[in-house]
Each structure stands twice: as C-alpha cells, then as structure tokens.
C-alpha cells in the first residue's frame, strides 16, 4: 500500500523567512503533485513532477522531486502572508494499479501560516 | 471550457437519509475520480469510473456508498443512510486520459 508522509504538518513562518516542506512516499510512482487549500475551497495545482531529478518554480514556490530517495520538498523563499495555506503532495499508484489509473494517495497536509 | 462542476455545494441531511452528490466533468473528460477529505485530513481516494464503467472501487466504504458515471449526465455518488461519520468534503476530479487530474469545488456534507 503505497504511503506518503508530509513533514512538518504545521508551520507557522514570519514574512521574508525560508522553509521547506518534506514529503516522502513508500513506494515507486510516475508523478509527484503539490496542491494548494485555501479554508473551505478546493485544491489548487500547483507543480506535477514527472521524473528524478526535476525542478520546478513558480513565484516564492520551488519544488523538486528526488525518485531513488522518494523525497519531494516544497520550498519557500521570502513567505508572505498570502502563501498562508495547506499545501498538500500527492503520489499517484499508477505503479501499482496500472492501466490508466491514476488515483492520488495524499499526504496529511501541511497548514503553513505566515505572520507578519 | 468550464472547469469541474459539483453540485450541491453545501449539503445538509438528517441521519438515516440519503444524500446525492453530483459532479459535471471537464468538457472532453471521460474519467472522474471521487476522494472525501474528513475534517483536518488529507484526501482520500474512494472511486475511479469511466464512462458507464466503474474501474476502481477499492476506496469505497462496503456499505452504504454507490457511484455512477452514466453515459449522459454528471457522475453521482450516492450515500444511503447517511450517519454523522459521514460528514466531511467530497470531491471530484476530472481527466481526459486518466491522469493529471481537476479537481472541482467541492460538497461539503454535514449530517446532523
């Protein structure tokens, strides 16, 4: 059964500070997903990662994707508050259900608050 | 092109009722998932449907839960006898090829 464990699941940041949210997963997958939640609406994609070794950034946000450590983290350069959120990583099983079925396994979450 | 639809948004039955979740897909989408996020959880996967098929069910609760994608119409996911535990968001996510995937508002059902 694949796993997927985020770490920290919370974190409270002052503005301009970095961070990184950590997210493994136990088995092989073909895409890593970093989704973000805003309380009470739905989920936002934010980067799908697709092979090792991949490096993604948008704004504030880096995320990167390391397959033989099976280790994704979600980086943060500079927070401001607006980044306050859930940030959510997801692994497909397609490994194991094969076919053309992706279903998401979701890690807990992480509930970032940015202060002033 | 219109994003995921789900209807109703907000969703509020008494125990012992029944509940019914509607989810439009993307235009061209003909793969749906469901997943249900409890409350201060992540999402978990309950079904995978295609077209008139559902392929993946291995999510679902045994009892109580049902999921349709009919030819025509919205996917539906179906709760009988619904009790507090069931409370919680439901989402759908669309794809066209089954794999990245869409996801839409969102019903939040609480069950009193």
């Known amino acids: 059964e694949l796993k997927v464990e985020q770490n920290p699941l919370f974190l409270s940041m002052q503005e301009g500070k970095n961070y990184t949210i950590y997210c493994n997963y136990s088995t092989t997958s073909d895409r890593l997903y970093w989704y973000r939640q805003d309380p009470g609406k739905s989920l936002e994609s934010l980067f799908v990662l697709l092979s090792n070794g991949a490096v993604k950034q948008e704004g504030r946000l880096m995320a990167s994707l390391d397959t033989k450590a099976r280790l994704s983290t979600l980086h943060i350069t500079a927070a401001v508050h607006d980044l306050s959120a859930t940030y959510f990583c997801a692994v497909d099983d397609r490994g194991n259900s094969g076919g053309s079925n992706y279903k998401l396994t979701f890690g807990k979450g992480t509930l970032l608050t940015v202060n002033p | 092109n219109a994003g995921v639809m789900q209807n109703p948004r907000h969703l509020v039955r008494r125990r012992g009722q029944e509940a019914r979740l509607r989810c439009s897909p993307m235009k061209g989408h003909s793969h749906v998932y469901w997943y249900r996020q409890l409350p201060e959880e992540g999402l978990k996967f309950m079904v995978y449907l295609q077209k008139e098929n559902i392929i993946d069910e291995s999510g679902m609760p045994k009892e109580r839960f049902s999921a349709e994608f009919p030819k025509e119409g919205p996917s539906i996911l179906r709760i009988q006898q619904v009790v507090r535990g069931d409370s919680a968001a439901y989402f759908c996510?669309?794809?066209?090829?089954?794999?990245?995937?869409?996801f839409g508002p969102g019903t939040r059902l609480t069950v009193l």
């Open positions: 996510a669309s794809s066209p090829w089954g794999g990245e995937q869409f």
